[in-house]
């Protein structure tokens, strides 16, 4: 049973035998998708004392959901490449947002209502779990937007030696980082490309997986789909977060347009470079780490 659904392809066929979508999906993303609908539900309805913690079940249940879908799809997904490598995102991933909470420092782009009744160590203790939810949903979706063209689309034939004046990009990105901490009610934007443009050029540098290095070649499929994914998770971000308690607002200065839930329209936008933010610093630290990509083998597979 289990090679039915890890060979690519199947899920279109045990959907036409069977009619039912479910029938052919590994167990993890059915049981993701229940995660999704107790948590959801949970959250909205305001049913306590769970209510405050619906972030990590919900999302977790999204992630294990749409690993099951590549998995049936294409035969490999993030979760299959193995445990230790998949719960390392979701470390990875709370360390990252956690330095994001820090770019918010001068400018206050956004701030968490109901969380007045934890100290910090429990707000700390509290945020991480859902803070380490953000990298491995933002890379399932792009597995799954992926694997709807052919990955030779995201394979590059000849490595690309980096530009002399590459390091203008680092320059641009420090002082992108530095720019909101002293005039942050115009250029708080910068927070979203700042950490990308100063790590980016460093993984071309070291002979990491590179959007830089990509669109140098003429190929923009990466950066297509890793954009169309920050987008695709900011969507549900924000909806699920509306009728949620505790929830996070945003505070943009100069910026008046009609909202879809919490987030301006235009403020979404800011999801794409988030996305290929995640994707920067994860390479880094698997070179750190020395460690190659499951996230590049899933979007490569044939």
């Not at 770019?103 to 782009?109: A, R, Y």
């Not at 700390?124 to 052919?150: I, K, W």
């Not at 297509?224 to 924000?238: N, Q």
């Amino acid at each position: 049973m289990q090679q039915e659904f890890i060979r690519p392809g199947a899920w279109y066929s045990g959907v036409a035998k069977s009619g039912r979508p479910w029938a052919v999906l590994p167990r993890g993303s059915v049981a993701g998708g229940a995660m999704i609908a107790a948590a959801w539900a949970v959250s909205w309805a305001q049913v306590q004392p769970l209510a405050p913690f619906y972030f990590f079940p919900l999302w977790l249940g999204y992630i294990l959901l749409v690993d099951g879908i590549v998995l049936a799809r294409r035969g490999m997904s993030l979760l299959q490449q193995g445990a230790g490598q998949f719960l390392a995102l979701f470390a990875i991933s709370a360390v990252f947002w956690w330095a994001y909470e820090a770019l918010n420092i001068p400018v206050q782009n956004w701030r968490y209502l109901g969380i007045e009744q934890y100290s910090t160590l429990q707000y700390s203790l509290f945020a991480t779990l859902p803070f380490s939810t953000v990298l491995p949903a933002v890379l399932e979706t792009a597995t799954l937007l992926g694997s709807f063209g052919p990955s030779s689309r995201y394979l590059v034939a000849a490595r690309v030696p980096p530009p002399r004046r590459l390091w203008l990009l680092v320059t641009l990105g420090v002082g992108a980082a530095v720019a909101p901490w002293f005039w942050p009610s115009w250029t708080y934007p910068l927070i979203w490309c700042s950490l990308f443009l100063v790590v980016d050029p460093i993984n071309w540098w070291v002979g990491r997986p590179s959007i830089s290095r990509l669109l140098r070649a003429d190929h923009t499929s990466m950066l297509l789909t890793l954009g169309a994914s920050g987008l695709t998770c900011g969507f549900f971000w924000e909806m699920w977060n509306y009728y949620s308690y505790p929830k996070w607002i945003y505070v943009l200065p100069g910026i008046s347009a009609p909202k879809l839930f919490e987030m301006p329209l235009p403020g979404y936008l800011g999801y794409v470079p988030f996305a290929l933010e995640l994707y920067a610093m994860y390479n880094l630290v698997l070179f750190v780490a020395r460690r190659s990509s499951p996230f590049e083998r899933v979007m490569q597979a044939p």
